[in-house]
């Protein structure tokens, strides 16, 4: 189907078996005056049966045809791209190449999404597999070091292992430091409910509170000596409330370590999905969970201090 008519042309055979006073009309239909169509029309004389049984060649049923055309009485008149097989040929070239030009984008996007398609299932199925025990260590530890790599870019937040553009969620230093970000404002938001705790009026500043506070629990320190035991009382107060405070953010920076690692070894390691399993487990369920029980420590040990 052509509805647009971009790739219609007629074709008008056998001109020279027209009636005589039938040439007007088609000579009006060569000119695209009537039935007109986009492309219109070219007439041709064929060999007629007594020719193709005399033999007549090709170069010489194209003269006969010219001949026939340029001597006609009413078809001499037509203009030559109207007429013989040379016009038309010519005309069927032109419209092949303007439809291939007007495919070509069209068949380069679907061979781009091919070969994307293609590319992509080549991906996923990664390098050839190792064979010997010598060659399986090595592709471990080459990914292993990938790991390490972009881990360690990641927590100094250079991501240079991550290419040009890393992606928002490896990007653990800004994340983490976000995190850290909030504990300060969570710890500053917590001085005026241990302010309450301490019967203390919540509007005051927290340094003329701790000020008119010590001056009145000076017993027999020196003039210008603050008493440090009623100094570590009154910071105790705000210290308790920091603990669930650091835990939840330990809790949410784990929960961002957790994700960054689990989607570098399900990446470097998805050519091979039991030994993914197996670093999972070993280095994200154990390692990281090992390390966030140092963590706490670490910060209960510095929250004590504080006390």
């Given at each position: 189907?052509?509805?647009?008519?971009?790739?219609?042309?007629?074709?008008?055979?056998?001109?020279d078996k027209v009636s005589s006073g039938d040439e007007a009309q088609v000579i009006s239909v060569l000119e695209n005056?009537?039935?007109?169509?986009?492309?219109?029309?070219?007439?041709?004389?064929?060999?007629?049966?007594q020719e193709l049984k005399a033999g007549m060649t090709l170069a010489e049923a194209r003269y006969a045809e010219k001949n026939f055309f340029t001597t006609h009485p009413a078809f001499s008149n037509l203009a030559p791209d109207l007429w013989g097989v040379d016009t038309l040929t010519n005309r069927l070239i032109d419209i092949l190449v303007s439809r291939i030009q007007v495919a070509i984008p069209e068949m380069e996007r679907q061979v781009q999404k091919l070969l994307d398609e293609t590319t992509s299932k080549l991906?996923?199925?990664?390098?050839?597999?190792?064979?010997?025990?010598?060659?399986?260590?090595?592709?471990?530890?080459?990914?292993?070091?990938?790991?390490?790599?972009?881990?360690?870019t990641a927590v100094d937040g250079t991501y240079s292992a991550f290419g040009e553009g890393s992606e928002r969620w490896a990007r653990l230093y800004a994340r983490v430091y976000a995190e850290w970000d909030g504990l300060r404002e969570d710890i500053h938001a917590t001085w005026p409910s241990s302010l309450q705790n301490m019967g203390q009026n919540p509007n005051l500043e927290l340094v003329d509170i701790v000020t008119r506070e010590l001056q009145e629990l000076r017993g027999r320190d020196l003039t210008s000596v603050f008493n440090s035991r009623a100094f570590n009382f009154f910071v105790t107060v705000f210290v308790q409330d920091w603990v669930q405070l650091s835990n939840m953010c330990l809790e949410r920076c784990l929960a961002i370590t957790t994700e960054i690692m689990s989607r570098l070894v399900a990446d470097i390691f998805k050519q091979f999905p039991f030994l993914q399993a197996a670093v999972h487990d070993a280095l994200i369920v154990k390692l990281i969970q090992s390390r966030l029980d140092s963590a706490r420590q670490r910060v209960e040990q510095l929250l004590k201090l504080e006390r």
């Open positions: 189907a052509d509805p647009t008519g971009d790739r219609t042309i007629g074709v008008l055979t056998k001109v005056v009537l039935k007109p169509l986009k492309l219109g029309y070219v007439a041709l004389k064929n060999r007629s049966t991906s996923a199925l990664g390098r050839e597999t190792p064979q010997t025990p010598d060659a399986c260590k090595r592709e471990f530890f080459s990914m292993v070091h990938q790991i390490t790599t972009r881990f360690a």
